[in-house]
């Protein structure tokens, strides 16, 4: 079975640290360009971090530079984003995602696009009390 399981979220108080977990099964992060999103209720989907397995070269929205980082472990088949001094506006599903065809930041946003063969998770809920 080929999915990717989110997992780590859940209600933190603002200041505070979180780290998410992403697991792959079914396929390995090899050279592929994996990623962190999120949406907020009433929001339009946000990314949030990448990373080219190839290239390297982390990238982050300039919302989140700074207070996150993204990390993989290909033994475990595991990305991660750490999230830390997390502030109010960070509530928000997060969805990592794989196989993305290539991701920037323009103007401090995170840009990306897939493919109809990209993986999505089923999303993790981060909920920060101020």
């Known amino acids: 079975d080929v999915q990717l399981q989110a997992s780590g979220g859940g209600l933190v108080q603002s200041g505070g640290s979180l780290r998410l977990s992403c697991t792959a099964s079914?396929?390995?992060?090899?050279?592929?360009?994996i990623g962190w999103f999120r949406q907020a209720p009433g929001k339009e989907p946000e990314g949030v971090s990448c990373?080219?397995?190839?290239?390297?070269?982390?990238r982050y929205a300039d919302s989140v530079k700074g207070r996150f980082t993204i990390s993989t472990d290909n033994a475990k088949k595991t990305m991660y984003l750490q999230m830390n001094k997390i502030k109010p506006e960070d509530t928000a599903k997060y969805f990592c995602?794989?196989?993305?065809?290539?991701?920037?930041?323009?103007?401090?946003?995170?840009?990306?696009?897939?493919?109809?063969?990209?993986?999505w998770g089923q999303g993790t809920q981060v909920t920060v009390s101020s």
């Open positions: 995602a794989a196989d993305l065809t290539f991701c920037t930041v323009l103007s401090g946003v995170l840009r990306a696009a897939r493919r109809g063969s990209s993986y």
């Open positions: 079914g396929f390995t992060f090899d050279d592929l360009i």
């Open positions: 990373i080219s397995q190839s290239e390297g070269g982390a």
